[in-house]
């Protein structure tokens, strides 16, 4: 098989990483890939939403099917693309449709969709700038602290936790009347502040049958001890310790199932990864929002501990019989350390050379923010390089990613020391 990957960071690393020891394998294209992922395969200069570049290479390169990383272009429609042209429709697209790709492309589209399946999640009130003042009066009677999200894609950064209502009706109105996060922002979901402790399930599905691949826990701020700026993530550690059997039957029962089902009721037909961001509330999950990828970095811990060919599982995806394939998963602990650029979130500076790469033996590295320079690899981008340990306990696991983090040099370079070591008091 041929097999194109669309994106450029951690997660499309792990996904050519993974798809690479498949034995179904011809040819790997990763599109744009970065400064890593051309041990796994050809990088391509193509963007992720140039849907006619990407057809007409397909085409040419005659491939079999596409793994779509980012949310973007699934919410633009690239499925449906692929579907409305005769010549292309035999490709298979692992990625939801346009429709389906709502549940993460709209905050009051997913809302109404839990609410309607019975699906726990935190009461929430949807608002426009024509109903603005009734959104002002709504925020005066809301508990604190209030949670305001944009209702679109506004790369990571349109969810605010406000601590006074007075910081709440500031934020609404900088949100629906000057536009805060561009057109994400035109609707505004006001919602309940759940408190509790944050993971992660993914789920990979045909649209009939379904499977549950492993737990993580993502670390989304700068500073240690989850201070400081929010990012896109600064490491993971997977399988959860507090996700227990017990939890993890009430994820499927209460959330997992009635999405799946809901799904085939809406006539929403779903081929690929749902990502559920949940909130461990006294041992009860409830659903914060919907990705319809994978995440990053969870993906760079999630994948290590599959077991099973990767490539059977969306091969199963494409031919809608993914109930018939096997997923066996390691009982082993990944944790993953983010390398980011000095200032990052901030502004940062690129084109810093690497050095050190060769001197990590026992952990994997998946580069997000790197490109080749020659013989060098030069940082690209605010997170650079992912690096994932697999051992027997969360631990080790902890320690010896760590260890191999501070192997890396590039100036400016930044890591976490604290990732995952939250977690040992659940052990």
């Known amino acids: 098989m041929n097999i194109l990957i669309l994106g450029s960071g951690g997660r499309e690393s792990a996904f050519a990483w993974k798809i690479a020891q498949s034995n179904q394998i011809d040819q790997i294209f990763i599109a744009p890939g970065n400064g890593g992922t051309e041990q796994y395969g050809e990088n391509i200069d193509l963007q992720v939403n140039d849907f006619d570049g990407i057809a007409s290479f397909a085409l040419k390169e005659a491939i079999d099917l596409i793994v779509v990383g980012p949310e973007e272009p699934l919410v633009n429609g690239i499925h449906d693309y692929f579907l409305e042209r005769s010549d292309l429709a035999k490709i298979a697209i692992i990625g939801p449709q346009r429709e389906g790709a709502q549940l993460e492309g709209s905050k009051d589209f997913s809302k109404q969709f839990m609410n309607k399946y019975n699906i726990p999640t935190a009461s929430s009130k949807t608002f426009t700038a024509d109903t603005i003042d009734e959104g002002l009066a709504y925020l005066e009677e809301h508990d604190l602290p209030i949670v305001l999200k944009a209702d679109g894609l506004a790369a990571g950064k349109g969810v605010l936790i406000c601590q006074t209502h007075e910081e709440a009706k500031a934020e609404l109105k900088s949100m629906l009347i000057d536009s805060k996060f561009g057109k994400a922002s035109s609707m505004v979901v006001v919602e309940q502040f759940l408190e509790g402790i944050e993971l992660s399930v993914f789920v990979l599905t045909d649209g009939l049958s379904y499977k549950i691949l492993p737990s993580a826990k993502d670390y989304k701020r700068i500073g240690e001890n989850d201070e400081g700026l929010n990012t896109g993530g600064m490491g993971s550690v997977s399988p959860v310790p507090f996700a227990s059997e017990e939890f993890l039957k009430k994820v499927e029962d209460r959330i997992i199932v009635p999405t799946i089902e809901g799904l085939k009721n809406e006539e ?151 990732i995952g070591f939250d977690l040992t008091e659940y052990i």
């Open 268 to 418: 929403i037909p779903y081929k690929g990864f749902i990502f559920l961001g949940l909130m461990n509330v006294a041992g009860n999950p409830y659903l914060i929002e919907y990705n319809v990828r994978m995440g990053d970095p969870e993906t760079e811990s999630v994948f290590p501990r599959i077991e099973s060919d990767l490539v059977d599982l969306l091969v199963g995806v494409a031919e809608q019989n993914l109930g018939e394939k096997e997923l066996i998963l390691s009982p082993k602990t990944a944790a993953t350390v983010m390398l980011v650029s000095g200032g990052y979130p901030g502004n940062y500076e690129k084109g810093k050379v690497i050095n050190g790469l060769e001197n990590i033996k026992e952990s994997i590295l998946f580069h997000a923010g790197t490109t080749a320079k020659g013989s060098e690899v030069v940082t690209n981008g605010g997170r650079v390089i992912a690096v994932t340990a697999l051992k027997d306990t969360l631990f080790d696991a902890l320690q010896q990613a760590t260890a191999d983090s501070g192997r890396i040099f590039y100036n400016g370079r930044y890591f976490r020391t604290d």
